[in-house]
T-cell receptor, first 112, second 113 residues
Framework: DGGITQSPKYLFRKEGQNVTLSCEQN?????MYWYRQDPGQGLRLIYY???????QKGDIAEGYSVSREKKESFPLTVTSAQKNPTAFYLC???????????FGPGTRLTVL | AQSVTQLGSHVSVSEGALVLLRCNYS??????LFWYVQYPNQGLQLLLK??????LVKGINGFEAEFKKSETSFHLTKPSAHMSDAAEYFC???????????FGGGTRLMVKP
């Protein structure tokens, strides 16, 4: 089955540690996206990538980093510089600039 | 730049009643518009999309939405609510190039038995 997978589902981190969230898709989509979701605030774009080896900052990129070495994969690293990382993180992909985004199941990150 | 406003962060209806979730957008160019649904602790699932074809768009689970350019609206409706419709609903707008979506703040739909 084609789709987007995110792992892990739940992630706990101590303050000061970096953590990497995985996002993989087998839809052969060119574009991939990372969003952060906080209660009552909708979705906010962190980073996006439209082709391999290229990515752009979104609205709230500070404290995050990404890579896009393969078309299928777009991991997100939450660094210790992110002051309030506890949130629900969603990865998405789309075929091109004129189609809907498909979302993964999300990763809930909690900083202890 | 585009923006989306969803009126009402919480909407409560009785089972069998009409569901109406409001979405207004602003965009300087003809937009693409989307409605997504999110169940607790899950990702977003596309309900329907408007991409400049028919103004009345039918989606999954009996939902539909009508694009009204004069009112800059794209409200989501369903004639008869089911308990399983209880979820959070997001309206989103894209102006096409780069497929950057701007999301509204979401509306949590509660269905009373």
């Amino acid at each position: 089955d084609g789709g987007i997978t995110q792992s892990p589902k739940y992630l706990f981190r101590k303050e000061g540690q970096n953590v990497t969230l995985s996002c993989e898709q087998n839809l052969n989509h060119d574009a991939m996206y990372w969003y952060r979701q906080d209660p009552g605030q909708g979705l906010r774009l962190i980073y996006y990538s439209q082709i391999v080896n290229d990515f752009q900052k979104g609205d709230i990129a500070e404290g995050y980093s990404v890579s896009r070495e393969k078309k299928e994969s777009f991991p997100l690293t939450v660094t210790s510089a992110q002051k309030n990382p506890t949130a629900f993180y969603l990865c998405a992909s789309s075929r091109d600039g004129y189609n809907e985004q498909f979302f993964g199941p999300g990763t809930r990150l909690t900083v202890l | 730049a585009q923006s989306v406003t969803q009126l009402g962060s919480h909407v409560s209806v009785s089972e069998g009643a009409l569901v109406l979730l409001r979405c207004n957008y602003s965009s300087s160019v003809p937009p693409y518009l989307f409605w997504y649904v999110q169940y607790p602790n899950q990702g977003l699932q596309l309900l329907l999309k408007y991409t400049s074809a028919a103004t009345l768009v039918k989606g999954i689970n009996g939902f539909e939405a009508e694009f009204k350019k004069s009112e800059t609206s794209f409200h989501l409706t369903k004639p008869s609510a089911h308990m399983s419709d209880a979820a959070e609903y997001f309206c989103a707008v894209s102006v096409g190039a780069g497929n950057m979506l701007t999301f509204g703040g979401g509306t949590r739909l509660m269905v009373k038995p």
